[in-house]
């Protein structure tokens, strides 16, 4: 089994940072990407940002300049560093995990809250 910690999420004012942390832990084989999605009320799951193993980076157009992704693959562990953060950030992070073994297996941590205060 495949497990994935989150840390880091809160309430921060308008401008604030935070750093969220993903572990990840149990039958890892071979990790193709590590990346953070969110969902806001009302709204469909979206990606935030991703990492590959090879360490390119993908991020969404709403966080681009703002954001940093990066890993610590001995750790297995990813994180989000979000600067400037705005309201319309405020959203349920999780975390996702695609391992490779044979096929391609994706896995999701149980989410964590960003409420950013205007």
């Known amino acids: 089994q495949v497990q994935l910690v989150e840390s880091g999420g809160g309430l921060v004012q308008a401008g604030g940072s935070l750093r969220l942390s993903c572990a990840a832990s149990?039958?890892?084989?071979?990790?193709?990407?590590m990346g953070w999605y969110r969902q806001a009320p009302g709204k469909q799951r979206e990606l935030v940002a991703s990492?590959?193993?090879?360490?390119?980076?993908n991020y969404a157009d709403s966080v681009k300049g703002r954001s940093t992704i990066f890993r610590d693959n001995a750790k297995n562990t990813v994180y989000l560093q979000m600067n400037s953060l705005k309201p319309e950030d405020t959203a349920v992070y999780y975390c996702?995990?695609?391992?490779?073994?044979?096929?391609?297996?994706?896995?999701w941590g149980q989410g964590t809250q960003v409420t950013v205060s205007s």
């Open positions: 996702n995990l695609v391992v490779v073994a044979g096929t391609l297996s994706y896995y």
């Open positions: 990492i590959t193993s090879g360490g390119s980076t």
């Open positions: 149990g039958s890892i084989f071979s990790i193709n990407s």
